[in-house]
């Protein structure tokens, strides 16, 4: 089947031409048509190779799978992190023309100039620098012209491999349908420039107040709605550099406190995107954190954003405190709580796994554990344990990794457990009481009138019921029925073994007794009903699953 479609498009030969040239061995014999084994990945680097040559769409879901450490080995892990599609910018006349079929009003109404060659140049977009009409200067995000059209030929193709992946042990235990799917919304998500700008607004909203850090020294551009559309978003610009590369400024020539201050501002506003809000920007790489000339930080590109329920907040916040505490027990706990179990979980031996995992700490400083790394690892032992890891927690254990390589590239000192231990504390507190204690307060002392005032009453009832013998009790027990059945297949069994036993006895009594042989007939006929009998029961118990099973189901 994949040897046809392979014959029938363009793009699925090209495909096929590259993952040959680059000697995956697998997917070399499965696009041939020849049977083949289990599912392979091939090594690191030449995925990496083969994702980048077979272009945007590829590369970005190497950058998704960057964000599965429950899925892929760190090797991979390491590799994709760092994949960037290296693509030519495309000529401004198509630029233009896109620009003139998207924006509600001409090229020249909407900008009063706008720089024909490209600032940077993406696998999705290219952006380009402008000028509104009222001064105010603007990045522009375009989406290249045909992309559409070559991601739903890509996905559809996705989705025929994992289909042909899925009939296999390996693509079960991944889920390569539900995988594609995923990556398959996320994608086409990402074509619509409206909705990254909605993100872009509503991080900028919940970032705009906080009592963790000052939010006026963070950045995130606005949004100018009247030059957006689904191909096309216009945002504020921001005179800075990468965060990396940037020239800090330093507070009286302290280049170091500078630096442990932009530390220290990134660490308090990710913690509350990812604990408070439970919205967060899932792709701070330094290339999107801007240290600005003005000396404020900004965080740009929300294409690839993060969402956690208040449950799974709770338990992150756990889960870090336990990792902070190398604390196995705890952390077996918490994965329960957040992973869903392909098959029976082996308890012993995964607290095992962690407890060998974290073991390896106990003896190092605080400044020495890379606590993003010893998350994949958590991740990576729940899932050789056969937990299914929700896609979320790979963007929050990307995002802590992307954050503490920041910041001990800007800070060598930098100590993630001093850093959160107090927020840790504060997030304890905000869940324990809110963010208002005196209404929670009052609202506990309400609660506590009301069942004051409903307990008697209610013990009154009970009391009552006891002793006029009205109480009734509704237990519903699983399976119970087929136990009953057992139970009374048992009892049948033996009762008429019982009856078989009687039989023989008295035919051998009647034989031991007949002194004048007038009652042999009766003593044959009891050993021939017996014998009759006795086989009817075997046959029985043989039919029903045999002897050496302690009762039937049927």
């Known amino acids: 089947m994949v040897y046809r479609l392979v014959q029938t498009s363009a793009r699925q ?17 499965l696009l041939t048509g020849t049977r083949s084994e289990e599912p392979q990945l091939p090594p690191p680097t030449v995925l990496r190779n083969i994702l980048v040559e077979l272009g945007p769409v590829y590369v970005k879901l190497g950058q998704v799978l960057s964000t599965r450490p429950d899925l892929l080995p760190a090797a991979y892990i ?36 706008i720089d024909p060659i490209p600032v940077a140049a993406g696998s999705i977009a ?21 992309i559409d059209l070559v991601v739903d030929q890509d996905i559809a193709l996705l ?18 349908k539900a995988l594609t799917e995923e990556f398959a919304a996320a994608l086409i998500a990402e074509l619509d420039f409206s909705r990254e700008a909605s993100h872009t607004d509503q991080l900028r909203r919940n970032l705009a107040e906080s009592r963790w850090f000052d939010p006026a020294k963070l950045v995130i551009p606005e949004i100018v709605w009247e030059a957006t ?46 604990y408070i809000d439970g919205f967060f920007h899932a792709d701070p790489h330094p290339g999107n954190v801007f240290y600005l000339n003005d000396a404020r930080v900004a965080l740009l590109d929300c294409g690839m954003v993060g969402r956690l329920d208040p449950r799974t907040q709770q338990v992150l916040t756990e889960m870090l405190l336990a990792i902070v505490n190398l ?6 706990q918490l994965t329960l709580q957040l992973a869903e179990p392909i098959e029976p979980v082996n308890l012993p031996r995964l607290e095992a796994d962690y407890d060998r995992l974290l073991r390896r700490y106990y003896n190092l400083n605080l400044e020495s554990i890379n606590f993003s790394q010893l998350f994949y690892e958590v991740l990576q032992a729940a899932r050789a344990n056969k937990l299914r890891i929700p896609g979320n927690m790979g963007l929050y254990a990307k995002t802590l990794a992307n954050l503490e390589g920041i910041a001990r590239q800007l800070d060598p000192e930098f100590q993630l457990a001093d850093q959160i231990k107090p927020l840790m504390t504060d997030l304890f507190q905000r869940q324990l009481v809110g963010e208002a204690p005196v209404q929670a307060l009052l609202r506990t002392a309400l609660d506590l009138k009301t069942l004051s005032l409903q307990s008697p009453r209610h013990i009154e009832l009970l009391l009552e019921r006891v002793t ?30 019982i009856v078989v036993g009687a039989l023989i006895i008295g035919a051998a009594m009647v034989l031991a007794n007949d002194s004048t042989g007038r009652l042999f007939w009766i003593s044959l006929v009891l050993f021939v009903s017996a014998s009759f009998l006795g086989l009817w029961l075997i046959v029985g118990i043989l039919r029903s699953g045999g002897l050496g099973r302690p009762y039937s189901k049927r």
């Open 78 to 113: 390491d590799e994709l992190s760092t994949l960037q599609a290296e693509v030519p910018p495309v000529d401004w006349v198509e630029i233009e023309q896109l620009l003139t079929e998207q924006l509600p009003r001409s090229v020249a109404a909407t900008f009063r100039e």
């Open 327 to 332: 604390d196995s027990q705890r952390c077996t």
């Open 468 to 497: 006029t013998e009205s109480l009734q009790w509704n237990l519903s027990l699983r399976e119970i029925d087929s136990l009953r059945r057992s139970v009374d297949d048992s009892a049948n069994r033996l009762s008429f073994s």
């Open 229 to 274: 559309t689904t191909k096309t978003m216009t945002m504020q610009w921001l005179d800075g550099a990468p965060i990396l590369t940037a020239e800090f400024q330093g507070k009286d020539g302290d280049l170091a406190a500078e630096k442990k201050d932009v530390v220290n501002l990134l660490i308090r506003a990710f913690f509350q995107q990812i």
């Open 159 to 176: 989705r025929t491999i994992a289909d042909i992946a899925s009939r296999t042990n390996f693509g079960r235990y991944y889920d390569l």
């Open 13 to 29: 030969r090209e495909i096929a031409e590259v993952v040959l040239r680059n000697g995956w061995g697998y997917m070399r014999r």
């Open 126 to 146: 290219q952006t380009h620098k402008a000028t509104l009409h009222d001064g105010r200067a603007v990045a522009v995000k375009i989406q290249r012209p045909g």
